[in-house]
Nanobody
Framework: QVDLMESGGGLVQLGSSLRLSCAAS????????MNWYRQTPGKQRDLVAT???????NYADSVKGRFTISRDNAKNTVYLQMNSLKPEDTAVYFC?????????????WGQGTQVTVSS
């Protein structure tokens, strides 16, 4: 099992920056990829950024060039650096870990952290 704890959300103005953190605990060695998702009321949870165990990254088109996902393996922590924030980035952001026990894949989710960008 993998447990996740996010932090770093808040209320900021248009053009500001925030850094979200996601600390993982438990069966860290089973993690294949770490992801950040976001969700607004009444909508599905959308993938924002992904980082693999070897550090390769992918981003949603809407955040490319503004958001950066990174990881600190020594701290078992993944970060999402968000720059040039826009009101449309307002959402609850969830950290996700995809991991395997060798026979099946599982998803673990954090509790979510609210990001609000005012204009």
């Amino acid at each position: 099992q993998v447990d996740l704890m996010e932090s770093g959300g808040g209320l900021v103005q248009l053009g500001s920056s925030l850094r979200l953190s996601c600390a993982a605990s438990g069966s860290i060695e089973r993690i294949n990829a770490m992801n950040w998702y976001r969700q607004t009321p009444g909508k599905q949870r959308d993938l924002v950024a992904t980082i693999s165990t070897v550090g390769s990254t992918n981003y949603a088109d809407s955040v490319k060039g503004r958001f950066t996902i990174s990881r600190d393996n020594a701290k078992n922590t993944v970060y999402l650096q968000m720059n040039s924030l826009k009101p449309e980035d307002t959402a609850v952001y969830f950290c996700n870990a995809r991991y395997s026990d060798g026979t099946a894949y599982y998803n673990s989710w954090g509790q979510g952290t609210q990001v609000t960008v005012s204009s």
